[in-house]
């Protein structure tokens, strides 16, 4: 009668604790109080505010003392700034490994370590454009984009489209689609759409004469296939007149910045009117030669951490400055980096929209996480304001990418990616690289 009783007892409670995990708890509140904030709109920064989460959302965002919500947990962060974490629409993922960039490298744990450097830095979200393998359409990317898995969320472009034979090429490259010909593509579009990429990658480009660039009839046909899917096609170039062809064409986004001559205002009103985006990875072009010039950040902890094994060795050894001085691009590499802020700068005034991107992460010399920093110093040295390049990286980035209803600015309703950082950039923009702490769906990550 008693082990009866007992049973009962036991059967009771396991229901009751049952009924009590199945009730979905509300999320606890927290109050960030006092705080600079710098929203992403392209607003100037407001001084003592207070910032109410709940769960991985703003609640509110109010003049300092205005709400006092019962029950919030609360931090005080009077003197910090914070701003939402970056966007990077413009990175790659995966490949790279100490000094090489392999296919072998594009490992779970790889794709992980990066992503966990990306948020480290303050980006929480990059896209990779066209280098992913099939790796990461068995649930990780989706898992990753849903805020599920460690790191920055990876957005992707999947497998992109080059020519037979051409650039960039390596074991890593060896599931890009390579149409020979218009014919081919419809084909391979539909097996790229089938993993819903969040744009389409393509490279129309001669490399600097080394190597045949795809002719117009393919690319016509990538982007009119891509534009049957839903899907938009960013294309990597380096030529005025490829821009201007590509534009034309329909093309959706232009990955890299023209580099060859000053754009017009023929173009620029034409890119305007069809709303096409401009990633200017500026320091994708930095980088082809700036180590040989010993740059006065080459020996900061904050560059040095987001390099790989053996590349700092690479980079400030006298055979690789050597060999990168004396190099047959070396003057060509620096005077594409003058006429890239130039454009950047008469795009931006024509008000196009600029997104930040890097190209990180494609080559051991451009460091993930360093590189969206020092692309946000060259924005600037390009003429625009520290609120314009850091909404080119926060706004303007999640309207590349399509995610503008969840991140990108601070506002009640979105998600809580931010990061808090000592400084403020409003006026100097390498504040940005003064991180405290990174957040991500309302949780502290770094
Ligand atoms: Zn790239």
């Given at each position: 009668?008693?082990?009866?009783?007992?049973?009962?007892?036991?059967?009771?409670?396991?229901?009751?604790?049952?009924?009590?995990?199945?009730?979905?708890?509300?999320?606890?509140?927290?109050?960030?109080?006092?705080?600079?904030?710098?929203?992403?709109?392209?607003?100037?920064?407001?001084?003592?505010?207070?910032?109410?989460?709940?769960?991985?959302?703003?609640?509110?965002?109010?003049?300092?003392?205005?709400?006092?919500?019962?029950?919030?947990?609360?931090?005080?962060?009077?003197?910090?700034?914070?701003?939402?974490?970056?966007?990077?629409?413009?990175?790659?993922?995966?490949?790279?490994?100490?000094?090489?960039?392999?296919?072998?490298?594009?490992?779970?744990?790889?794709?992980?370590?990066?992503?966990?450097?990306?948020?480290?830095?303050?980006?929480?979200?990059?896209?990779?454009?066209?280098?992913?393998?099939?790796?990461?359409?068995?649930?990780?990317?989706?898992?990753?984009?849903?805020?599920?898995?460690?790191?920055?969320?990876?957005?992707?472009?999947?497998?992109?489209?080059?020519?037979?034979?051409?650039?960039?090429?390596?074991?890593?490259?060896?599931?890009?689609?390579?149409?020979?010909?218009?014919?081919?593509?419809?084909?391979?579009?539909?097996?790229?759409?089938?993993?819903?990429?969040?744009?389409?990658?393509?490279?129309?480009?001669?490399?600097?004469?080394?190597?045949?660039?795809?002719?117009?009839?393919?690319?016509?046909?990538?982007?009119?296939?891509?534009?049957?899917?839903?899907?938009?096609?960013?294309?990597?170039?380096?030529y005025l007149e490829d821009a201007r062809k590509l534009v034309d064409a329909g093309l959706d986004i232009i990955a890299h910045s023209i580099r060859d001559q000053e754009i017009d205002e023929a173009l620029l009103k034409k890119m305007n009117e069809k709303g096409v985006i401009y990633i200017p990875t500026l320091t994708r072009d930095e980088f082809t030669y700036v180590y040989a010039d010993n740059p006065s950040w080459m020996g900061?902890?904050?560059?040095?951490?987001?390099?790989?094994?053996?590349?700092?060795?690479?980079?400030?050894?006298?055979?690789?400055?050597?060999?990168?001085?004396?190099?047959?691009?070396?003057?060509?590499?620096?005077?594409?980096?003058?006429?890239?802020?130039?454009?950047?700068?008469?795009?931006?005034?024509?008000?196009?929209?600029?997104?930040?991107?890097?190209?990180?992460?494609?080559?051991?010399?451009?460091?993930?996480?360093?590189?969206?920093?020092?692309?946000?110093?060259?924005?600037?040295?390009?003429?625009?304001?520290?609120?314009?390049?850091?909404?080119?990286?926060?706004?303007?980035?999640?309207?590349?990418?399509?995610?503008?209803?969840?991140?990108?600015?601070?506002?009640?309703?979105?998600?809580?990616?931010?990061?808090?950082?000592?400084?403020?950039?409003?006026?100097?923009?390498?504040?940005?690289?003064?991180?405290?702490?990174?957040?991500?769906?309302?949780?502290?990550?770094?």
């Open positions: 009668m008693k082990n009866r009783v007992f049973k009962l007892w036991l059967f009771g409670s396991l229901m009751l604790a049952t009924a009590v995990q199945l009730m979905p708890a509300k999320p606890d509140k927290l109050l960030l109080k006092n705080v600079t904030l710098i929203d992403g709109t392209g607003a100037p920064a407001k001084n003592n505010m207070d910032i109410l989460l709940q769960g991985d959302r703003i609640v509110s965002i109010t003049p300092t003392g205005r709400i006092k919500p019962a029950g919030a947990r609360v931090i005080d962060l009077q003197g910090k700034t914070i701003m939402p974490a970056l966007i990077c629409a413009h990175a790659h993922l995966g490949v790279l490994k100490g000094t090489s960039i392999e296919a072998s490298n594009y490992t779970r744990d790889n794709l992980i370590n990066q992503l966990k450097r990306y948020e480290r830095y303050g980006v929480g979200t990059v896209l990779c454009m066209g280098t992913d393998r099939s790796l990461i359409f068995h649930g990780f990317r989706d898992s990753s984009r849903a805020g599920l898995l460690a790191g920055a969320r990876l957005y992707s472009a999947g497998h992109g489209f080059s020519t037979p034979g051409g650039p960039p090429g390596g074991s890593w490259t060896d599931e890009l689609y390579r149409p020979a010909n218009a014919g081919q593509v419809a084909a391979e579009m539909d097996s790229l759409a089938l993993l819903r990429p969040d744009v389409v990658k393509m490279w129309v480009d001669d490399f600097g004469g080394h190597s045949a660039k795809m002719k117009p009839e393919i690319y016509q046909a990538i982007i009119r296939e891509a534009h049957k899917h839903g899907l938009r096609v960013a294309a990597h170039l380096f900061d902890a904050f560059f040095k951490a987001a390099l790989e094994p053996g590349v700092f060795e690479m980079i400030s050894s006298k055979a690789y400055q050597d060999k990168i001085r004396n190099a047959p691009d070396y003057q060509k590499n620096k005077r594409a980096v003058q006429i890239a802020l130039i454009n950047l700068k008469k795009i931006s005034d024509a008000g196009i929209l600029v997104a930040l991107g890097t190209d990180s992460g494609a080559d051991p010399v451009r460091a993930q996480g360093f590189s969206e920093h020092r692309e946000l110093e060259l924005m600037v040295n390009a003429g625009l304001t520290p609120l314009q390049v850091i909404e080119a990286a926060t706004r303007n980035a999640a309207i590349a990418l399509k995610i503008n209803q969840q991140r990108g600015t601070l506002e009640p309703g979105k998600q809580a990616d931010f990061m808090v950082l000592a400084k403020n950039p409003e006026r100097e923009i390498k504040n940005t690289r003064t991180i405290e702490t990174v957040w991500k769906n309302g949780v502290e990550v770094r």
